[in-house]
């Protein structure tokens, strides 16, 4: 059974066309987790002033970022085969990358830019106090 899945898996990094897919579906996911750590960061910190603006306006901006990678997918077709898709790829991870690095600081194990409470001190308050024995 697990040499089927494995099997699956493998049909998505046979040629180019499905490892572009492939990409873009990672891609939406780390959008969407990164989407919601912040978003649960800012509506459940107290420190944080949760701001339905902003949440739309991180929305909006990471569906542009994502329609200007779809749209580079024909772009790459104007230039030569191998250093357009190349091209391609290193926008990709690149930008994969970049999602990572913004979920890894909401959980506070990278640096980012953010200026606000860091997710993981939230997550560590609410099980710390939820743990309340009356302990000290």
């Known amino acids: 059974m697990q040499l089927d899945m494995f099997t699956w898996l493998q049909l998505w990094l046979e040629n180019d066309n499905s490892k572009v897919v ?3 579906a990672l891609i939406l996911i ?4 990164d989407f919601l ?4 960061n800012a509506k459940f910190n107290s420190k ?5 603006s902003k949440a739309i306006y991180g929305i909006a901006r990471k569906l542009i970022l994502f329609i200007l990678l779809v749209f580079f ?3 790459s077709l104007l230039v030569p085969y191998p250093i357009g898709i190349g091209a391609l790829y290193v926008l990709f991870i690149g930008y994969l990358v970049s999602e990572i690095n913004s979920i890894l600081s909401h959980l506070k194990l990278s640096e980012d830019d953010k200026s606000v409470d860091k997710f993981a001190d939230f997550v560590h308050k609410i099980f710390s106090s939820s743990k309340g024995d009356g302990k000290q």
């Not at 780390?30 to 987790?33: K, L, V």
């Not at 750590?37 to 649960?40: P, T």
């Not at 944080?48 to 339905?52: A, C, D, L, N």
């Open 22 to 24: 492939y990409l873009l």
């Open 48 to 52: 944080v002033k949760f701001s339905s």
């Open 37 to 40: 750590l912040g978003w649960l």
């Open 73 to 75: 997918i024909p772009v």
């Open 30 to 33: 780390a959008n969407i987790i």
